[in-house]
Nanobody
Framework: QVQLVESGGGLVRAGGSLTLSCAASGRTDMIYAMGWFRQAPGKEREFVATLTSSGGFTSYADSVKGRFTISRDGAKNMVSLQMNSLKSEDTAVYYC??????????????????WGQGTQVTVSS
């Protein structure tokens, strides 16, 4: 089992930056990939970014490409999401996710086995 805890959410003005962190614990040696998803009110959960533990594969949603950067500190079992040039449409609850196998598409929520509790990001215009 893997446990995930997000931190770093908050309120920021449009154009500003915010960094989210996700700390993994438990069987972290099993983790194949970690990703970030978000869910805005009344909308479905959507993919934001993902990164394999080897660093060999990274993917971003088109809506965040060039503005967000996902990175991982393997020694600390943490994954971060650096968010720059934030827009009001980035407002959502952001969730960290992890998967312990390479099955499925890493840009889909159903591929992930473990989820954090979520952290709110609000971008004011």
């Amino acid at each position: 089992q893997v446990q995930l805890v997000e931190s770093g959410g908050g309120l920021v003005r449009a154009g500003g930056s915010l960094t989210l962190s996700c700390a993994a614990s438990g069987r972290t040696d099993m983790i194949y990939a970690m990703g970030w998803f978000r869910q805005a009110p009344g909308k479905e959960r959507e993919f934001v970014a993902t990164l394999t533990s080897s660093g060999g594969f990274t993917s971003y949603a088109d809506s965040v490409k060039g503005r967000f950067t996902i990175s991982r500190d393997g020694a600390k079992n943490m994954v971060s999401l650096q968010m720059n040039s934030l827009k009001s449409e980035d407002t959502a609850v952001y969730y960290c996710a992890a998967v312990d196998t390479g099955r499925g598409s890493l840009v889909t929520a159903r591929a992930y086995d473990y989820w954090g509790q979520g952290t709110q990001v609000t971008v004011s215009s």
